[in-house]
Nanobody, 115 residues
Framework: QVQLVESGGGLVQPGGSLRHSCEASGFTFSDGSMSWYRQAPGKEREWVGYIAHNGLSTSYAPAVKGRFTMSRDNAKNTVYLQMNRLKAEDTAIYYC????????WGQGTQVIVSS
């Protein structure tokens, strides 16, 4: 059974930083790409970023490019999302996703960017 457990959210001031973690289980983590998505209040879920199975390739949505960085530790079955220079519009629930089980979602981790 695939499980994705996100953590690391919280309340942060504009310009601040947070790091999300997503610990995965139930599949061979190193075989699949990982992505982060987010869903802001009243909006549809949107893609944030992607990292290849071996961590050698990443890509990001234009809204976060240059501010957010994904990484992964295949030995720990964990993917990370470092978020810097946060803006109010980054307020959302953040979810990780795996290509190995496209219909599986975790509970998400909430980020509120506010002064």
């Amino acid at each position: 059974q695939v499980q994705l457990v996100e953590s690391g959210g919280g309340l942060v001031q504009p310009g601040g930083s947070l790091r999300h973690s997503c610990e995965a289980s139930g599949f061979t983590f190193s075989d699949g790409s990982m992505s982060w998505y987010r869903q802001a209040p009243g909006k549809e879920r949107e893609w944030v970023g992607y990292i290849a199975h071996n961590g050698l390739s990443t890509s990001y949505a234009p809204a976060v490019k240059g501010r957010f960085t994904m990484s992964r530790d295949n030995a720990k079955n964990t993917v990370y999302l470092q978020m810097n220079r946060l803006k109010a519009e980054d307020t959302a629930i953040y979810y990780c996703w795996t290509s190995m089980s496209p219909n599986s979602w975790g509970q998400g981790t909430q980020v509120i960017v506010s002064s």
